[in-house]
């Protein structure tokens, strides 16, 4: 039984920063692509961030771009985002999502196989 957990969201304010991690089980970890996405209230899912399975590549939405690095321990099986100079517009619920094995990085959520339950990043001005 595949298991991805996301942790490390909170409340935060506007410039500051925060770290999710998102812990996977019941899978081999290194050969799956890993993404983060999001979802505001009352609007859709967006891809965030995604890591290929090879650590050759990593990347990005435009509106998260030189604030949000994606990352990666294999021997952790987890998968981290780091979230610097938090915005307002930032405040969602934070899903990881796992696509392999030996897939690539989409940023379409339904080419995805597994998705954790979320974690609510909050960010006040």
């Known amino acids: 039984q595949v298991q991805l957990v996301e942790s490390g969201g909170g409340l935060v304010q506007a410039g500051g920063s925060l770290r999710l991690s998102c812990a996977a089980s019941?899978?081999?970890?290194?050969?799956?692509?890993m993404g983060w996405f999001r979802q505001a209230p009352g609007k859709e899912r967006d891809f965030v961030a995604g890591?290929?399975?090879?650590?050759?590549?990593?990347y990005y939405a435009d509106a998260v771009k030189g604030r949000f690095t994606i990352s990666r321990d294999n021997a952790k099986n987890t998968v981290y985002l780091q979230m610097n100079s938090l915005k307002p517009e930032d405040t969602a619920v934070y899903y990881c999502?796992?696509?392999?094995?030996?897939?690539?990085?989409?940023?379409?959520?339904?080419?995805?196989?597994?998705w954790g339950q979320g974690t609510q990043v909050t960010v006040s001005s």
């Open positions: 999502a796992a696509n392999g094995p030996y897939n690539g990085v989409p940023v379409k959520g339904n080419e995805y196989d597994y």
């Open positions: 890591i290929s399975w090879r650590l050759t590549g990593t």
């Open positions: 019941g899978l081999i970890f290194s050969r799956y692509a």
